[in-house]
């Protein structure tokens, strides 16, 4: 029992890294599904692989420690060594690869266009019949109930595109574009993850997974394709004259006003996002200070530059006015 | 006699190690008191009168030639014949070098003459040296001969006195006197002019930038924030309490004159300047216009400013050589991706813009 224990919180300590929202055992997909599905089959029949092959050794070593007849010996050998692999690993086999075509499937209503950048990803929709790109960044949101085409593209370096709770991951080439779909299933927040080195902040390249019922990705993916909010406080105009005045508009496009550049993230719906940086910090006020003063500090070899020669005042306000971005 | 032989008479078996010893010892420590005596009572005479004993000047000029022939292979910019950088270079030559080499039509002073090595006169200095070998000579200086190195680290700025030496030869006193005229007396208008207009496409106008920059921009001369070894030069002649003073004076003249007409190069850099969809080049007008809100005035207008000036400071940006103020990093990020063709275009779209100040730059 004393032994036990230690055995027990490990195996506790790692069936807790099996939930959550970053998570190949917790499918929110189909396609997730199919994986964690393929998965578990596999882990039983190794399972169950494992005791027949230890009972064999038992069985043979200390119940029926003699020879066998030649015959079966014989039997033994064709029957576990020859017949018995080739049935269970063609069943196996034939398993994963019906369930192959379905994960090539191609999306229907919803291309989501998504390119890695160092290190954050640019995130395009083009809605069914829809010639004009939604921008947006850092944040892929999907309807449930449909399957959603993936097209994927890097700017630099090879990314991979994953978030494990809704399926497989496909790597990101730049100059080549690859692809995937997605169907989820349960509404939530999940999280992805760059899963192909791709220099020095790589692992801080995460990306937010929201799935949404089809009603409220309606909903909000019209709001994402207007123009920005026009900042009504004081305090907010005063970070959109900070906004202009450092020239923010030069990488960032905040849609609605002169700011147009495609350097950085669109930030014309920032503050509707639930994190910032690539997935790294919250979308809260301090840490959008803490970032904009400093992004080095928290994303070495980041792209963008630091804003710690404006005041205390200046960076609230412009943090101000980006949380007014929903 | 065979090698052999000359071992054998040798004989080293016969040779007595302790003693050759004990004598190296000796040699060693007598000369090492030698040394230290003329160190430590001065026994050296280091008067520049008295001068060097006879073939030791023959030996330090040759090995300082040949030194300098050795070292020197950097490719001169084709602009080198120009007027323009034979100008600029006149005029930091007549602020840094003229008090030792003097200046065509002049002498050198008498106290300058009694110097060892005597500074040759330039006329006399530029004779027999490659462009390459002066800028060595300028960027590197000579150690023991009184010649300063280049007060910045950075190189194509000497270029300019190069053009001036490749030319002080065949100057008369007027001509010289013609290129570093100072309006009204003033230091700073000699390059700058006396509106701040230097009409000298390497010499930045500055009646277009604001005080903020312009203050900004000489305290990150002074304290060597900035890379140049012109604007060290002429820096280090102006107290840092006079920097606001002087700052405010030169923000007062206002730019005027026309756009030009624009060509192909100018629509390129107009298009790259407005980032139609790049997405390695920021938008060049979000931080120096044309912008429809006020813009920090701590970023210089480019509106109308020289061409080969931009390009030359957008290749130090590239490349990672130019700084100066708070806001550096902003535009070293911006730089890091621009190639030749793309500098060439932004330079020609906003040397084309009509003069103005950052937040009246319109095209």
Redesign the interface.
Known sequence: MSAARPGLLCAALLLSACSGEQSVLAPAGRDAEVLATLFWWMLGGAVVLWLLMNGLFFYVTRIRPQALSPRAAEALIIGGGIVFPTVVLAALLSFALSEMPKQREPGENLTVRITGESWWWRVDYLPEGSDTPIASANELRLPTGQRSELKLNASEVIHSFWIPALGGKTDMIPGRETRMSLEPTVPGDYRGQCAEFCGESHALMALAGVVMTPGDFAAWLEKEAAPAAIPTSAEALRGLAVFNAEGCGGCHAVRGTEAAGTVGPDLTHLGGRVTLAAGILPMERDALIRWIRDPEALKPGARMPGYDHLSDAELSALATYLEGLE | MSLKDLIRKLRPDEIHWPTVGRTLGVLALLGGLGGGAVVAFGLFNVSARAGHLPGVSWVLHTTFRNSVAFRAHAEPPETLDDAGMVALGARHYDSACRHCHAAPGAERSATVRSMNPEPPHITEAVQHWEPDEFHWIVKEGVKMSGMPHWPATRDDDVWPVVAFLTRVGEMSGDDYARLTEKPDGRYCAMCHGAEGVSGNPNIPRLDILSETYIRDTLHAYREGRRDSGIMAEAMSQVPAEAIDRLAAGLAESAPSGEQAPSDDLAQRGRALAA?G???????????HGP??????P??PSLSGQYAPYLEQQLRLWRDGNRGGT??S??M???ARALDDDEIAALASYYAGLAPAELDDTSD
């Open positions: 980032a969809g790049d997405t390695e080049v920021p938008a060049c007008r979000a931080c912008w429809s809100e006020p813009l920090n701590a970023f708070e806001v990093e902003l070293h990020h911006a």
